[in-house]
T-cell receptor, first 112, second 113 residues
């Protein structure tokens, strides 16, 4: 049983560098979500794909952030010119129905 | 503005007793509610959900109750076990569009052996 996987699990980068994270959803799920979680908070929605189409983006997703899901399978989230405020856990989730979403283990980003 | 509120940051319960975790919401458009459990360094794990057309849903030791008029839901765990110690997040969905989840800040449950 393969759940949602994310790579890398941890990333330390210097301020100003670009980083890219990958998410592999559960294979039959057509919906894919990115969330961000900071300390003491619940996950916050960033963006949503249905198949390869990016259908919704949160206002949290500044123009330094871009996400893709090129063939409707895996997805990447890129952050350009990272800032210390980008330090967080980035979570990917997938779903068939929409409401019940299954999360990956997350990528913890630390910007120094 | 927090649309989903979990007002208790932490809760301690003796093993074998009932754990009750509470959640309040403000957005009347929410029509589906979920509870997730999260261990450190892992992603949230789906536990149980409830549609707004129901007032109770049960799955083994876990029961979720929904009071729409009070905009309140609760998760009951009976009996509580040490392995239940984790952070529990309440989440809500509006049924149209992306189904993005809106989460509360979580309640850390500690089950004491």
């Amino acid at each position: 049983d393969t759940g949602v996987s994310q790579d890398p699990r941890h990333k330390i980068t210097k301020r100003g560098q670009n980083v890219t994270f990958r998410c592999d959803p559960i294979s039959e799920h057509n919906r894919l979500y990115w969330y961000r979680q900071t300390l003491g908070q619940g996950p916050e929605f960033l963006t949503y794909f249905q198949n390869e189409a990016q259908l919704e983006k949160s206002r949290l997703l500044s123009d330094r952030f871009s996400a893709e899901r090129p063939k409707g399978s895996f997805s990447t989230l890129e952050i350009q010119r990272t800032e210390q405020g980008d330090s967080a856990m980035y979570l990917c989730a997938s779903s068939w129905t929409g409401a019940e979403q299954y999360f990956g283990p997350g990528t913890r980003l630390t910007v120094t | 503005d927090q649309q989903v509120k979990q007002n208790s940051p932490s809760l301690s319960v003796q093993e074998g007793r009932i754990s009750i975790l509470n959640c309040d919401y403000t957005n009347s458009m929410f029509d589906y509610f979920l509870w997730y459990k999260k261990y450190p360094a892992e992603g949230p794990t789906f536990l149980i959900s409830i549609s707004s057309i129901k007032d109770k849903n049960e799955d083994g030791r876990f029961t979720v109750f929904l009071n729409k008029s009070a905009k309140h839901l609760s998760l009951h765990i009976v009996p509580s076990q040490p392995g239940d110690s984790a952070v529990y997040f309440c989440a809500a969905v509006s049924g149209a569009g992306s189904y993005q989840l809106t989460f509360g800040k979580g309640t850390k449950l500690s089950v004491i052996p």
